[in-house]
């Protein structure tokens, strides 16, 4: 950790902070520089951590010099994990297809649907029983009917499935019902909700939040495997800026950027990412041809009466053609379907 | 609504979507152009969002002409509403000062600060029992047993509290230990704890999330009114911008925004809202002047060892400072302290 | 053209508006409604917009229904442009691959870079005599005597050149010695400096502002084409976000969103767009994926003692690799090297 | 400088590093930690960067110690600089109203707005004659023959003015009419503009670009003083961000930010900074609240009509109450008109 002292810091100043690093158990340097000085402390940066010198009125700054995450960086874990969902194993050589609606709102909308993704190559599906909405006059979901309509696609078409889940509250509902939780965008900061999930054996795919740094996705995957559930899959789903073309900016670059830094898998959501039907492929392929595990697909069997994101939502027809579309991408990264 | 239809679009389409607004009780407008067809429907707009026209291919977009949120707008109510926090009104005549601690972390040091609160003019004491933090190997606040504290600092003191509700499990805690909750940046889109605190008849503190457009914001307060408690008061608290001189982008044109378009109070923190001690006197008295029904303001009794926050937290002694130099501006604004 | 009224406007205000709309010779519409009342205008919007009616008190907004920009349109033209640079064609079969050293340093240094970029398969050599510098003390660029080594470098090694022009009186200079001009990021909204180049025949690179949405980009080409060159190439080079992992956030939405929306080839450079070397393959390959018509890339004979940007360039024996692995990805679309 | 080397650096790296750092003249340190190696260069920084230590392969990052900009900075200079317009001085006591259209349209136009201006207490006078616009189908100012008007207005009526200047060979028709250049936020980047605005000696309002960083500013500054003029005022303008309910974010947290680190001027342009009218005079109060030396204000004789930016205007009558609305915000922070 270097600490960079303001222009007006004495000597004694100093001292007072490199025996606080000492009595800390790390190595304190002492910098003095002509305009400034810098101290450093060498160790465990986290031990350094609870002496809140970045609190210190004469303190200008601190850069820390290794991670605050841990257990999710590829320094600790070289190889690259290997997350199943039900028997799909995500990470690996396979590019996963996750398919299905935004929201589950019938019996005959997810049968149909969950049966266009099966027929088309998709390997697992999705559908959301609780549903975020900004508006309270919006459709939220059909909740745990919802999830027993999942339960019921799943067996009838042999596709593994994952679901929203917003509350800790409905984590057992389900867990008991789904083989794979989502945390949406707007609860990657759901500490409370991630801590708990940490606790189920259950793999999490992991939303980044519309606002939230790649360091900061990485933390909150931090919590769930810290607390036990190693089985974590970071998505990549937009991000919000000053562009108001799209509904979001989907940031490939966060694809090699994290899968440098982390061995967890690393999928990507084009259809919420963009917001946009018509760049749901062309992003698709630009997300597996820079790394991506796999992909978040939304699939309606009729978009045009879709209760959410119908706008984005392919159907069963061009999911046909968007997953053969696919097929010379995932070969150029000597993946498989 | 306005529906802007693509061009390749036919007549016999346009009968086929006003057929449907007719259908739906509303009265429909066939607009045709030289370039583009252009329809319209007139009457409740929210009726027409079950239509789900913006999935429809040939549609290109659809320009609301109604706000979507009704009972926090000024259109339906529109005098200020004045929110109380114990005994503190909320939106009048006064510049309400609510002060304290990030975190509440221990009995001497939360008794310290409410002392200096109540001593320098603070109205209403702030401190976090359940704090959301980035990494989980930061501090992550002392629960109940800083609710219980918190208590007995608000007795001793004689000053209202608000603080941190993170989990709709909690909420019960939190009402009974505290005047006010107060939702974070980070849950204001956690609508299941919006719901749940609609059930309370205690106010609520929302704070602006923070990549949250003022639409959003309002939307949000919409969930926790609409559900009966109409005690919320909005806090613009730094939005995430490119800007990293601070730690976020304090956006006061929010207070004029939101005051012109809800009944509702809003207040200002200053101190999550840059970061930056330095910043905080300055940026509060422009909150104050532009409109602010109040502000919020990090207070720790030793700055210095604060286990959160401490970079931008002020010491008693600058508390006092800081509540004298305010003055002037209550004053011009035409409000007391 | 839509003209959403404020509420308290009156049936009399409405007709004042409706009687300028007439006599601008479009065609007035009158939509009352049960809270707002909506006004149209049918005909070309261009016309309108002398009106100033977005000055009008009781004006609420106005939503233009047609694009701004005309002559760069698809709907105008909805075949794809090729532009040459010098006998390079862009936009069509072939995947354009310009590359070379972010600023010309020295003779040595341009030629071995020019003799990389072309045994490795570059198309286009690129090299900057004019540098933009955020700092005053960073180094300027050689100025005409680079322009002169570039014209050397182009001829020794049979590759057409792009240079950067930063200013309206260095416009003769560049166009006498390069083959292409290039606009900056910075230099997107230099209306001056784009009219000028308007006069020109020689293609023009075209770098996205970097906070300038894509609607921008397209007005900011119109510019160029409406002045009489239609040689217009558009360049995705990374925008402004919160995120401070990489430089800039490549965004890649750009690409398929402008090649649907205009007939003008639109290139990536994934080296200024991330600014980590580790980051240009898998994004290059990203930006082949979902439709780039070319890229532009950093080499440089020694990354090691580059006067800038030398983070984000590629070596001569990495830009060998680089080209080969390309090759997959360039075939998966159907384009060839 | 803080020199963080990558985790597979060895010390004969560091060594070589090392070594380059004492040839350049500066103390080199070198600070092996458990995990990472850090080093340390003591001496001017400046120097240094000609190293180009952060293209070395096993350099992680750089961390500069000191600031990039010297002229401009408190730390050289730390009384406030007064800079003067014709007789108006910025930066003291005074809060300096400047004022005027968008664009200069016409004489009778400019002399009625002139009038209202110095009427209501206005200090100093603003007016476009060379406008950039992002359309190039939208008014693009009246050039010499605005400046003109300009010269007139502020004869007959006593006013100091100030207009923009895009472009270098445009400086000196400003320089010969008005009594300021202003250099808007599409040309703050515009490092040749700069350089020659450096050789004049009339005062320079330089507005922040809509995505620059407070330091990018201030380096901007330096270009123009670094060539001899240190005669700049910078403007804050607004910014873009997520935020779409105001044409931009303007960022108060600016002012008080600037004001700790630099000597020279700030004001704020409310009127641009929102796009809002309804947000001007509850902006101008905060801008002068947290510390601002004066505002740009846009004031047209009849708004409704303006060719541009009429949304944002404030009639001569609206005007007159602003100025007097504003004055016991003046006297609260100890200032006068």
Redesign the interface.
Same mark, same amino acid.
């Given at each position: 950790m270097?600490i960079?002292l303001k *222009?007006k810091a004495k000597k004694k100043d100093a001292d007072e902070i490199l025996k606080q690093i000492s009595s800390a158990g790390l190595k304190p340097?002492y &910098?003095?520089?002509?305009?400034?000085t810098?101290l450093?402390a060498?160790? $465990?940066e986290?031990i350094l951590?609870n002496l809140?010198l $970045? !609190?210190?009125?004469l303190v200008d700054r601190i $850069?820390p010099?290794?991670t605050? =995450?841990k257990m999710v960086s590829r320094?600790i874990h070289p190889k690259d994990s290997i997350v199943k969902i039900g028997s799909l194993p995500i990470g690996g050589k396979k590019c996963a297809l996750i398919a299905g609606p935004c929201a589950i709102e019938s019996k005959p909308q997810l049968l149909a649907t969950a049966r266009a993704v099966k027929e088309s190559g998709g390997h697992c599906l999705r559908g959301g029983a609780y549903k *975020?909405?900004?508006?309270?006059?919006?459709f939220?979901g059909l909740g745990v009917e919802g999830l027993k309509l999942l339960k019921e696609a799943s067996q009838k078409h042999d596709l593994p499935t994952v679901t929203e889940v917003?509350?800790?509250?409905d984590i057992e509902y389900v867990e008991s019902y789904a083989d794979a939780f989502q945390v949406g965008a707007? !609860?990657m900061? !759901?500490?409370?909700l991630l801590?708990e999930l940490g606790q189920s054996k259950k793999p999490v795919i992991l939303k980044r939040g519309?606002?939230a740094?790649?360091?900061?996705l990485l933390?909150?995957a931090? =919590?769930i495997v @810290?607390e036990g559930n190693p089985n974590v899959i970071l998505c990549e789903r937009g991000?919000?800026?000053?562009? /108001? @073309?799209?509904r979001n /900016? &989907? $940031? &490939? !670059?966060a694809?090699? =950027?994290l899968k440098?830094r982390t061995h967890l898998p690393v999928i990507v959501d084009p259809s919420h990412g963009?917001g946009?039907k018509?760049?749901v492929l *062309?992003?698709a392929? @630009?997300?597996?041809?820079?790394?991506a595990d796999g992909l978040m697909i939304e699939v309606h069997n009729k978009?045009?009466?879709?209760?959410s994101d119908?706008?984005q939502?392919l159907s069963p027809k061009e999911f046909r053609t968007f997953v053969q579309n696919l097929k010379?991408?995932i070969?150029?990264v000597n993946k498989t379907v």
């Open positions: 270097i960079v *222009p340097l &910098l003095p520089g002509t305009e400034r810098v450093g060498i160790g $465990d986290r951590e809140h $970045d !609190n210190h009125p $850069d010099i290794l605050l =995450y320094e *975020p909405r900004s508006s309270p006059y919006s939220q917003i509350e800790v509250a707007r !609860n900061q !759901n500490f409370r801590k519309m606002s740094k790649l360091e900061e933390l909150a931090e =919590y @810290a991000i919000r800026t000053f562009e /108001t @073309a799209f /900016t &989907l $940031d &490939l !670059n694809v090699p =950027y440098k963009t946009l018509e760049l *062309p992003m392929r @630009a997300a597996i041809a820079c790394g978009p045009k009466v879709a209760l119908g706008k939502s010379p991408f070969s150029a």
